[in-house]
């Protein structure tokens, strides 16, 4: 893991740190595990927004195809000249080696190339797996390190993946999948921690073996933890230390329904509940003024749907406590409740925020509330984490299926590089497939926030450089819901597309989403 102080220096954030050993980074690269069979199939999407954000008119494309075991199906080589939305289509490349029929397990990497510095080494790539019952996807987890700096970088701290939630029904079948990098250690050993509301449940180690390069593994926790009786129907939650070498150990991970095949999918992230070095903490410098933490979460609440917020134990350990502010749809703010929980340094559970409940204990109705902003109040205010992370379960409840988001997110902390920003760049698919929904809103970490913004909005479309232009006014906490309507829908001619946010305020940010009548649930946030 590289220190959060150490990746804001590397990508130019803070701009008084330079660091002379930085390479520039010429390749930018994604490696997602892929499924295909008669109950699920998978794309990648992308856009070239290379070209729209850092102006660089050209980019080189590799894709590379590869069997579990590593052995390559496919390399194609592609020039990217234009600004529009892209598809690859896991079904197309298994034609193309006539194995379309047959079930598929193994990975699809993506590796763009330039001149030009592109600074981040991992690009804005998104998984999307899909069939009937919906559509769920996220992004660039996993990728293949660049060179050996890139490596010794990024395994300079060692730590466990964890954050995302395990389901134990008869129903479900939780997982995590990853592809291994260029490394053919013979000894792979990952060690499974099983944790309930109550803490740790049990602890096993688990010999993976020898594994070949670029080989994928699913690993399924039922093939080695009675899930049913260990946590009794609930739903519980993981960490995997491991020894894997070779590649950015991000592991995709969810729970697969058997009945429909589909999978409810999110990316594992950094344990940081033993990290207690000074790069782990920050201050708020400036309390009076500025949140020490906060975001902002749309609400789903009404019609059987529901808003859940996990609080996983891997943070840094510190004090701190949550306060929620709750907002209509015009920024309107409908009701507050101060320390709703409370977080101390031996936190070793997990806890969940039931969004609903607390709108109702407040007299809130729910047809009014659409988003909450939750701050994070530290008791000291030199030792904050510098990452803070949690899981976003938004479902249906009632529906066939009840699979919700589980979307890995991160609470912003105060960041003065961003204050002094002079406008915003986002960016995120549209789906496409069920009932596609993003939200764009104007939240910020600033006391007394109530700067307005001015925002453009522009859908692109694949194979074709047209665009559709919107413009929108948002006042602060203030939301916007962008829904395919017919307009949109015609000019996506039945393909996913890819948004792009430009405003002169800093602070927008979006979440996407797909809904599906049977209650499978796909989100994830902007870029």
């Known amino acids: 893991m590289k220190t959060y102080q150490k990746h804001l220096s590397s990508v130019g954030e803070i701009k008084e740190i330079k660091d002379l050993n930085r390479k520039q980074v010429n390749r930018t690269s994604s490696i997602f595990p892929v499924f295909h069979s008669k109950k699920i199939s998978s794309r990648v999407l992308f856009m070239n927004y290379w070209l729209i954000k850092r102006g660089i008119k050209e980019m080189g494309l590799t894709i590379t195809l590869r069997y579990f075991d590593g052995k390559i199906l496919i390399r194609q080589n592609k020039i990217l000249t234009s600004a529009k939305a892209f598809e690859i289509k896991l079904i197309d490349l298994l034609k193309k080696v006539e194995i379309e029929n047959n079930d598929f397990v193994g990975s699809l990497e993506t590796e763009f190339f330039s001149t030009v510095d592109l600074v981040f080494p991992y690009p804005a790539v998104v ?103 260990l946590l009794k129907n609930s739903i519980g939650t993981v960490k995997v230390k491991h020894n894997l070498k070779g590649f950015f150990p991000r592991f995709i991970c969810g729970n697969i329904c058997k009945v429909t095949g589909l999978v409810s999918v999110t990316h594992s992230y950094y344990d940081n509940s033993n990290q207690l070095g000074l790069n782990s903490y920050m201050k708020n410098h400036n309390p009076k003024k500025l949140m020490d933490y906060s975001v902002f979460i749309p609400l789903f609440v009404e019609n059987n749907f529901y808003t859940e917020m996990k609080i996983y134990p891997i943070n840094s350990p510190s004090n701190y406590s949550l306060n929620l502010t709750f907002y209509s749809m015009k920024g309107k703010s409908l009701g507050k409740k101060e320390k709703i929980i ?186």
């Open 342 to 527: 409370s977080i101390d340094e031996n936190h070793n559970t997990y806890n969940e925020l039931k969004f609903l409940d607390i709108v109702n204990k407040l007299g809130i109705d729910a047809k009014d509330v659409k988003g909450v902003l939750i701050e994070q109040n530290f008791k000291n205010k030199n030792k904050i984490p510098s990452r803070l992370k949690y899981g976003l379960n938004i479902g249906e409840k009632k529906s066939k299926y009840d699979l919700p988001t589980n979307i890995c997110f991160n609470s912003e902390p105060v960041n003065q590089y961003e204050i002094n920003k002079k406008g915003t760049f986002k960016w995120f698919p549209l789906i496409n497939s069920s009932k596609s929904i993003a939200v764009i809103h104007n939240s910020c970490f600033i006391k007394d926030y109530s700067k307005s913004a001015n925002i453009e909005i522009s859908i692109y479309k694949v194979d074709s450089e047209d665009v559709i232009i919107k413009n929108i006014k948002l006042e602060a906490f203030q939301q916007y819901r962008l829904i395919i309507d017919f307009e949109i829908s015609t000019f996506l001619n039945n393909k996913s597309g890819w948004v792009i946010l430009k405003s002169e305020n800093p602070f927008i940010r979006a979440w996407y989403f797909d809904f599906n009548e049977s209650g499978i649930i796909g989100g994830d946030h902007s870029f």
């Open 127 to 229: 998984i999307n797996y899909y069939n009937d019952y919906g559509s769920t996807f996220v992004h660039t987890a996993g990728r293949i390190y660049n060179n050996f700096e890139d490596l010794i970088e990024n395994d300079s701290i060692l730590v466990k993946e964890s954050g995302f939630d395990i389901y134990s029904e008869d129903r479900f079948n939780p997982f995590f999948s990853f592809t291994n990098g260029y490394s053919n250690e013979k000894s792979n050993i990952i060690e499974v921690e099983l944790l309930n509301e109550n803490g740790l449940i049990i602890k096993e180690k688990i010999e993976l073996g020898s594994l070949k390069p670029y080989e994928t593994v699913v690993f399924y926790f039922k093939d080695y933890f009675p899930l049913k009786r």
